[in-house]
């Protein structure tokens, strides 16, 4: 079990930055995958970055650039920094926490937070 409670949303400016938190019930660097997702409209999350416990990253087109993902080790803290950001960045955004269960493919699991809203508006 992995309980992930996210904080650091808010309402801001065209432009403006916000930094997100995400913190882990169980040591960050054994989960195998964290990342942050976004839900828009509709029932579907988006990726906006991953990183995984080799330290590699994944940023979806619309974070490259804007957005830097890093984590806390020491005290078991996911970070999304996002700058400059849109109206269309606008969305609640999840952290999720995957963990393998062994090599094969499709056993793992996933764990979300409840998230955090963001709202990008002048």
């Known amino acids: 079990q992995v309980q992930l409670v996210e904080s650091g949303g808010g309402l801001v400016q065209p432009g403006e930055s916000l930094r997100l938190s995400c913190t882990t019930s169980r040591s960050i660097r054994s989960i195998s995958v964290v990342g942050w997702y976004r839900r828009t409209r509709g029932p579907k999350r988006e990726v906006v970055a991953t990183?995984?416990?080799?330290?590699?990253?994944y940023y979806a087109d619309a974070a490259k650039g804007r957005f830097t993902i890093s984590r806390d080790n020491a005290n078991n803290i996911l970070y999304l920094q996002m700058n400059n950001l849109k109206p269309e960045d606008t969305a609640v955004y999840y952290c999720n926490a995957l963990l393998r269960h062994s090599p094969r493919a499709g056993d793992f699991t996933d764990y979300w937070g409840r998230g955090t809203q963001v709202t990008v508006s002048a």
């Open positions: 990183i995984g416990n080799d330290d590699k990253t």
